[in-house]
């Protein structure tokens, strides 16, 4: 039997994402409130300084570029507060946004601008040569390449998005769709259970439906307007946004909840501490490495954290060990969450006053989403108690991958279901836990790394005749890092400054969270199924007989 969410039911309005965070009829906070806070500059956004910024420069791309229903913009950034003004004018115009990561080569780049068919990008000055080279290869303008962030272009080219906001006097909010399958706000990428990246297609509903529904359930704790000083929770931003836990988590529902995001535009254990100490924060959502520093790093013995109350967990597995350790050195509990870019990301959250009591597991479901653990092979239920792959429905569910519809098809049940890819156990109070992981993908620190994708290029290497890459545990790291087993050309070198020479070429074509971590071996052969598929799980195996030799 398919299993429901414990929680009552959220009434998701039919409304775009901009009325839903700026036109609310009641909020318990004040426009004055501060909402974003650069952790460098101190330079600031309160709730009426987004309103406005995004309503101006929603204005200006109409006017610029007669910006329409449906036009992509990608985001190429590191973390930086001007973003969600940004990325909400462009809702307000009608817009979809589509963040990419900062650190993506010219390639990479590339592949999503192209893929997304985008129209303009927003960048920073530090990134401009890339975005540059990749808008071009795109046939995106360059007069389309908009800067954020403290620096404008010396030479006066690329125009900052301040440059572009108008007043708000002559702007036309775009009409968009509302309805269950309504117009996109966000197209994010994830490669999904197989193969490369892809375009996750969410709605304006999917995400307000997820903003409501986990905050409902955060709420019963972190009530949103409790924190320290009865003035709402003080987050720490380092989360990045261009990935959908910390552009839904951290930048979409902190405007909701009325909290103060401090943003950091790169993660450093020690200049965190320093802002907990200064600004008294009081929760972070983050990925499991981050808990491993906070537990383990020396330096966190010099500052103050006893601000914070609690840290969240997700994007990765946080084991109770690591969960444990870190309450034994600051008394900091850390619950944890389970989501996906195809759910918008939050599908199940543990209660926060439980943390403890089911260590290990990621809660339970959302409100309004139902659930089914499923035997892949045949696709039916499992029996209780027995581990199946996860497969969800709900409000917060994407619409399918863009442009892509047998992959969309091949994930979707037919009685409507989203399938994860992720294997799971339910306990009888509805808790669930993830077990182990079906699909192909690796996640080193929250990123997502496609096998398929490093496969594809090490295929393109002119010695290298086939490859299988896997994710291989990195316990002192906390995380997985992916390995390369790759079968030569005869009479090519199989040495150690051979797999230097190729782990480098490698990762001077992709982002550094690629990187062979786990190291790259040679082999005679990559073991595959008659259907030639390769067979992961060997190869998984041999990893493990390797590091128990
Ligand atoms: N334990 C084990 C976990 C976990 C996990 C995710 O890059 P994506 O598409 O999406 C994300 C979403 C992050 C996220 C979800 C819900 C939540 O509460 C939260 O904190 C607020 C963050 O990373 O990768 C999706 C894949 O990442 C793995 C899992 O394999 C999933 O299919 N994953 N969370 N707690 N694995």
Redesign the pocket.
Known sequence: MPFESPYPPVSIPEIDLWSFLFERKSKPFTDSKEIFTDSETGRCYTFGDLRSASLEFGNGIQSLWNWQRGDVMAFYTPNSIDTPPIMLGLLWAGGISSPANPLYTEHELTFQLRDSGAKAVATQLAHLEITRKAAKAAGIPEDRIILLGDQRDPSGKFRHFSDIQSPTATGHKKAVAVGAHGDLAFLVY?SGTTGLPKGVCLTHRNVIANILQ?STVDGLYFHPYGGLDGKGDKGLGITPFF???GLV?CVMAFIYLGWELVSMSRFDIERACQLIEKHKLSFA?VPPPVILAFSKHPVVDKYDLTSMRML???????TPELATSLWNRLKIAVK???????TS?????QLPHEWGKFMGS?GKLLPNMQAKLVDPDEEKEVAEGQPGELWLKGPNVFQGYLNLPDNTAATMSPDGYFK???IFVVDKHGNLT?VD?L?E?I?YK?F?VPPAELEGILLGHSDIVDAGVIGIEDKEQATEVPRAYVVMKPGVATDAAKGKEITEWLASLTAPHKKLRGGLRFVKEIPKSPSGKILRRVLRDQARQESKA
């Not at 990301?345 to 959250?349: E, I, R, S, W």
Request: hydrophobic fraction near 30%; aromatic fraction near 8%.
């Open positions: 994830s986990m990935h959908i836990y988590c959502y969240h967990s997700g994007a990765a597995p946080l944890q969450g389970y989501g996906l870019s195809e990301p939050v599908a199940t959250l990621v994860t890819g992720d993830c992981r699909k993908l996640k929250g997502q």
